[in-house]
């Protein structure tokens, strides 16, 4: 039966993966999800790949961790829950990683953390915002990266400095999108007063924005936030400058979700985009660590590709990994490496990186100072280098330095 | 009580009236021809006796109780069964098979049918083609087939309708011999049949119709001397 | 105002969903199946005015008649591999042609989307405009330079094929054959041919609807299973196998959309058009025109 | 009670085949230990289930829906919601799934009595995508595309194997008496020709109707058995793609016959698992395949097998190849 014949191919399978793993001593296996196609983010995916490389080559070049190489394994997550799921099982169960990271979509993050947390096996969340995946407060999960609380806080003091009155957010149906929507609108409430505010969440899937962007036309708000990953958000921007409804001398765009940095930023928005402010996690003007200017190096070498903040969030996971083993004196074993990380106290590519232990809502396993920048495009195809720096890490916003739409 | 009384009943079809008053009615047991020329409403009738057509005017009775305009589906559960001029089998099943769905459907347990759709294979010598399914059976075969399928639960009354056209002679016999025990077994038929030959030796009482009207209803052979029968078949032959 | 603005978007896109449509509509007419791969000739045509417009960077007026070329090929070859069974050795196929055509052409679709996002890559690109003008303004209404002429061509091309199908000798036998395929082919008409006529043109029109909106929703593989599902509506909705039927089918459709989205649920407005197609499949299965939905 | 009718015959082949298959299945473990590979199986089940369902309507009913994957996801947000908003374990969730998928089904199915081939396949896809839009769109009652987790029903996977070995089994141990029953006949009578069937006294819109419903029933159980095992459950579930995986399957393996959706399952979805790691082209291989298979060996992989040995698999084998 033709059946039988392939299932012995499954034995045969099965029993290879048995004695790989009996022989896992060597190297270090390190699973990193990512999305490769669409409705994921791809371009965001390929940032990550790259960043989890780049840190790769560098930890292997210093000889690996204590003579043991790094070896990454790539999954596709799509972007989809189900598949990242599907994908973290596999890395566990199948190629017997040590650590997961690389997630950089939360709706992805928050299927992967399950079975992270079932297996009981580190997880890196290199890029899921979500404050839920902190408040879930797995002990495998740990955040380098950004978090809603803060993007939302951010956004609302910067909507408070504009003065704008009218503040409309358009978000991605997901756990991001809607979950930043609705922080956005409880810090605006908490920390302004007089600013009226509310979101309309947005398919990833369908295209076709208008009948969410036409009743805008006869009062467009001061603001409008956008807060979708591409391509859903080129499309929404070139959308909203095909009406007429922004960018203009009324109404600004707020990108709260940092696409300007995407590779395919200027192919797709084209004069949509001009005097949009961009919440954003790098810009070529910050300092950068020593380890931060050789990973941004290395990677321009490699992609020719000016750096973006994935970039670094994607190295900073894995060198956190194999900071963990060697601070756990080589185990791999879970329980260590977590201990391990809980301790940490380590200088990454963006500044140095501690983990709060204090077990309540977005703080646990979270590092609390994230630098954070605003920036503003102000020419078509402007390199993200020109863009205009109108609020420094850790300063307020400049009023003076915003341009306005004529 | 007739076993079938068919009462003046009526059809027209926009201006022609296919049927005209059309009546006569038969007793359990009887095998009766229904002849007539093209056209003559014979079809007709026998779509309105199935339930494929409704008449307009007069009532049909099944052992007194009135059947007019029921479902085919209802009147074969009531033993009015109809062989179509076209067979319909079902292609992507054995013969044995189209045969005992009937059976079952109408109410004959699954061991019940198998023995019975034997016995009519043997009948209608189809035994060494009955694992073939149907589709693959010649015309002639699934004629045959429709035929048995017919006579899985004897019905209260049969109507076939021109069993014998475009079928090969021998296929002819076995149908013919098959009607004539069935007959003897006291089964009820109605025969529509363009092949007066056939019917001369196998209904002793014929029915002729003309224009929608029944023009001779006696003995078959007294039918086929009537008069007006040969001016109805001539005129069609003239015209 | 905004009444206006939703009527003019929902015209638009219904003109667009309309190309679609009709391809759709003729193959139903003349082979009486349902092509479940449709929406990917769509996406091929899309693919191929963007891919060779950015790559071979030749102008988007030489892309649109190239991605045309692409589908009416796509079509003839589906046709003449796949349906020919449909009816050559019709008698052995009749009973199961439903479950043929059914099967051969969603694992058809499944087959074209998943070979392209291998060959192409799953990256949404952004087809280039016919012409760069991001917004022009006509009284109180605003809409991309592309969508204007992207809308204009389409229309045009809409109103050739109805007089090609109306008026030429090859239009005629086509109406001739999905009319009665048998009384056809005893008239002489070359039924074998009018299919394959048939499907590439289904082809070429789908493929050009992809490619004129390949620069408003940037294509990916997927790109054609929401236009595909919409045609499916509007067929049922004009009534399987007419073309006018299909038409104005699309236009209510596109307009429909358009304000529902904004006055009933903007989440819920691609189950609208889903929603009407049960409805008329179970209360009026012939649509607004059209043949009879229950075949005996 | 083997019986001389032939259609037995060939469904006891056929069934016998489906017990060495899934016996073969059930050894399966002690050869592969790899928690991973037990998975692969585990999920392949799933999908022979659907398949088995698929079958049930399109190939001995004739009904050619494109919903089965919809009555999965359906089967497995019922058990899903069930035990997010009330804490429900698999024990009330597994059995409310199959209620609420079977309910569906019957409404489904009594809603496209009139409908034939391209029309029901049309009324069943919108259906489906409809089912699938409005899930996960409802993200303040489902969580939309980010679906649900879902508590697991064992700790050791060995359990899960087993259970779904066990499930699939009963399924096919019952299909077995149905279809050699009466009902079994009524079916393909209904397939061959509703008109006809009618004519004959089938109570077509009973049968019809019971097809869908059970057909759905099983989706759901599935769908909600895997939703346990995943411990997640979301949209996709529901995808097109997914019917399209079902059907493939189906086709392969040999439509309209008892060993074919489970043979086809088990087949496509382990080699899909190989094919994954050269790139991901499964999806590409099977359309392929299916269409191949559709134009040219209609009778499946099974079909094929019974050629290869020289016993008329169904008749309509030799007109096949007689073409």
Not at chain 1, 41 to 49: A, D, L, M, P, R
Not at chain 1, 383 to 391: C, F, K, R, W, Y
Not at chain 2, 98 to 118: F, I, M, Q, S, Y
């Amino acid at each position: 039966m033709p059946t039988r014949r392939v299932s012995l191919l499954a034995i045969a399978a099965g029993m290879f993966a048995l004695t790989s793993t009996a022989f896992a001593a060597d190297p270090i296996k390190v699973g990193v999800t990512i999305a490769q196609s669409p409705p994921g983010s791809v371009s965001q995916g390929t940032q990550v790949k790259d960043g989890a490389e780049v840190a790769a080559k560098i930890i292997n070049d210093a000889g690996g961790v204590n003579g043991r190489k790094i070896q990454l394994i790539f999954e596709d997550t799509q972007g989809v829950p189900e598949k990242a799921r599907a994908a973290v099982e596999k890395l566990i169960t199948r190629d017997q990683v040590v650590a997961i990271i690389g997630e950089h979509q939360s709706s992805a993050a928050l299927a992967g953390i399950e079975v992270a947390h079932r297996y009981h096996v580190p997880y890196i969340n290199t890029n899921g915002w979500s404050d839920v995946i902190r408040e879930k407060g797995y002990a495998e999960v740990f955040n380098p990266g950004v978090f809603n609380s803060r993007v939302a806080i951010a956004v609302a003091d910067t909507m408070k400095s504009l003065g704008a009155k009218n503040v409309l957010a358009f978000c991605e149906n997901t756990d991001y999108g809607v979950g930043l929507a609705k922080l956005i609108g409880s810090q605006i409430a908490e920390r302004t007063q007089g600013i009226s505010y509310k979101y309309e969440t947005l398919d990833r899937a369908s295209k076709d924005y208008l009948p969410a962007i036409l009743p805008l036309k006869a009062n467009p708000p001061d603001v409008i936030v956008e807060i979708l990953l591409p391509p859903g958000a080129y499309i929404l921007l070139n959308q909203l400058n095909e009406q007429g409804v922004a960018p203009t001398a009324k109404t600004m765009i707020y990108d709260a979700s940092g696409i300007a940095d995407y590779p395919d930023f200027w192919q797709n928005v084209g004069d949509s985009a001009v005097n949009m402010l961009v919440f954003g996690l790098y810009h070529p003007k910050m300092a950068l660590p020593e380890l931060g200017k050789k990973v941004a190096a290395d990677y321009t070498a490699k992609t020719k590709a000016d750096p973006n903040r994935l970039l670094f969030q994607a190295a900073d996971s894995l060198f956190l990994v194999a900071e963990a083993i060697k601070a756990a004196n080589n185990s791999t074993k879970p329980d260590d490496m977590i201990k391990a990380l809980e301790a940490i106290k380590w200088s990454g590519t963006r500044g140095e990186i501690t983990f709060s232990k204090e077990k309540s809502g977005f703080k646990y396993h979270q590092w609390l100072d994230v630098p954070y920048v605003t920036f503003q495009v102000t020419k078509v195809k402007q390199p993200v280098a020109d863009m205009n720096l109108v609020q420094d890490p850790g300063k307020p916003l400049d009023l003076s330095r915003i341009v306005k739409t004529k | 009580m007739p076993c079938l009384a068919i009462d003046h009943v009526s059809k027209s079809f926009g201006g022609l009236k296919a049927l005209d008053n059309a009546s006569f009615s038969l007793e359990a047991g009887e095998l009766v021809g229904l002849i007539g020329p093209n056209g003559s409403g014979k079809t007709t009738l026998l779509n309105i006796l199935s339930g494929h057509l409704s008449c307009d005017s007069g009532t049909v009775r099944l052992d007194g109780k009135p059947i007019t305009g029921l479902h085919p589906e209802a009147l074969a559960r009531r033993g009015v069964l109809r062989m179509f001029q076209l067979t319909r089998s079902f292609p992507r099943m054995s013969a044995f098979d189209n045969l005992l769905v009937t059976g079952c459907a109408l109410g004959l347990t699954l061991p019940g049918a198998e023995k019975r759709a034997l016995g009519l294979l043997e009948d209608l010598s189809l035994t060494r083609i009955m694992n073939l399914n149907a589709g693959q059976l010649s015309g002639g075969q699934q004629k045959l087939l429709e035929f048995g399928s017919c006579f899985m639960v004897p019905p209260r009354i049969a109507l076939l309708d021109e069993p014998f056209a475009a079928v090969h002679p021998t296929l002819k016999e076995i149908m013919s011999g098959f009607i004539r025990r069935r007959h003897a077994e006291g089964q009820t038929f109605i025969v529509v049949s363009h092949d007066l030959p056939v019917i001369v030796e196998l209904c002793p009482r014929s029915v002729c119709m003309n224009a929608g009207r029944v023009i001779a209803d006696e003995s078959t052979r007294a039918v086929l001397t009537d008069k007006v029968v040969i001016e109805a078949y001539l005129g069609e032959a003239a015209a | 105002m905004l009444t206006l603005d939703l009527l003019i978007n929902g015209l638009v896109i219904g003109v667009f969903y309309a190309l679609m449509a009709i391809g759709l509509s003729l193959i139903f007419g003349i082979l009486k199946v349902v092509n479940f791969a449709h929406g990917e000739f769509y996406m091929v045509g899309a693919y191929a005015y963007t891919l060779s417009a950015l790559s071979l960077g030749i102008s988007p007026w030489l892309s649109l008649p190239f991605a045309l070329l692409v589908g009416l090929l796509l079509g003839l070859v589906v046709e003449r591999l796949l349906m020919r069974p449909l009816y050559s050795g019709y008698t052995s196929w009749g009973v199961m042609r439903d479950e043929y055509a059914v099967i051969v052409t969603f694992a058809l679709s499944i087959f074209l989307i998943n070979i392209v996002d291998k060959v192409v890559g799953p990256y949404a690109y952004k087809g280039p405009a016919l012409i760069n003008i991001s917004r022009i303004t006509i009284g109180p209404v605003a809409i991309s330079g592309h969508r204007l002429v992207a809308a204009l061509l389409a229309v045009a091309i809409i109103v050739v094929v109805a007089l090609i199908i109306r008026y030429t000798f090859w239009g005629r036998q086509i109406q001739a054959v999905s009319q009665n395929r048998l009384g056809a082919s005893l008239a002489g008409i070359d039924t074998a041919k009018a299919s394959a006529i048939v499907f590439s043109l289904a082809g070429g029109l789908a493929a050009v609807s992809g490619a004129l909106l390949a620069n408003i929703f940037n294509p990916t593989p997927d790109v054609g299973v929401f236009p595909a599902i919409k045609s499916y509506v509007i067929v049922v909705l004009g009534g399987m196998g007419s073309v006018p039927g299909s038409i104005i089918a699309s236009i209510i459709l596109g307009v429909l959309e358009s304000f529902g989205g904004v006055y009933i649920s903007y989440q819920y407005r691609d189950t609208f058009g889903l929603f009407i197609l049960v409805l008329f499949l179970l209360f009026r299965p012939q649509g607004l025109f059209g043949e009879k939905a229950r075949e005996v | 009670m083997a019986s001389a009718h032939p259609i037995n015959r060939k469904l006891q082949t056929e069934f016998a085949a489906s017990l060495v298959l899934l016996a073969f299945v059930g050894v399966l473990p002690a050869f592969v230990t790899n928690a991973y590979w037990q998975g692969v199986v585990v999920v392949s089940m799933y999908f022979a289930m659907l398949a088995v369902a698929w079958n049930i309507l399109a190939g001995y009913t004739g009904q050619f829906s494109l919903a089965p994957a919809a009555f999965g996801m359906i089967g497995a947000y019922t058990t899903g919601l069930l035990s997010y908003y009330y804490g429900l374990t698999a024990i009330v969730g597994v059995p409310a799934a199959i209620v609420v998928a079977g309910v569906i089904g019957l409404v489904l199915g009594r809603i496209v009595l009139r409908l034939r081939g391209p029309y029901l396949a049309l009324t069943t896809l919108s259906f489906a995508e409809i089912m699938r839009l409005v899930i996960s769109n409802s993200i303040d009652f489902t969580r939309g595309d980010l679906g649900l987790n879902v508590p697991g029903i064992f700790d050791s996977r060995l359990a899960y194997y087993y259970m779904m070995l066990a499930v699939l089994l009963a399924i096919q141990v019952g299909l077995f008496y149905l279809l050699r029953s009466r009902a079994g006949l009524y079916l393909r009578a209904i397939r061959d020709d509703e008109i006809a069937a009618a004519s004959r006294g089938v109570l077509i819109v009973y049968w019809k109707t019971f097809a869908f419903t059970l057909s759905a029933a099983i989706c759901g159980l599935a769908g909600a058995l895997y939703g346990h095992f995943a411990q997640f459950v979301s949209p996709e579930l529901g995808l097109l793609s997914q019917t399209g995986v079902v059907i493939s399957m189906v086709v392969i393996g040999g439509l309209g016959t008892m060993v074919g959706p489970i043979g086809g399952a088990l087949l496509v979805y382990v080699l899909s698992e190989f094919l994954r790691d050269f790139g991901n082209y499964q999806l590409v291989v099977f359309a392929f395949l299916v269409i191949i298979f559709a134009r040219f060996f209609r009778e499946g992989l099974w079909g094929l097998l019974l050629a290869a040995f020289g016993r008329p698999g169904r008749p309509a084998a030799a007109a096949t190849a007689a073409e």
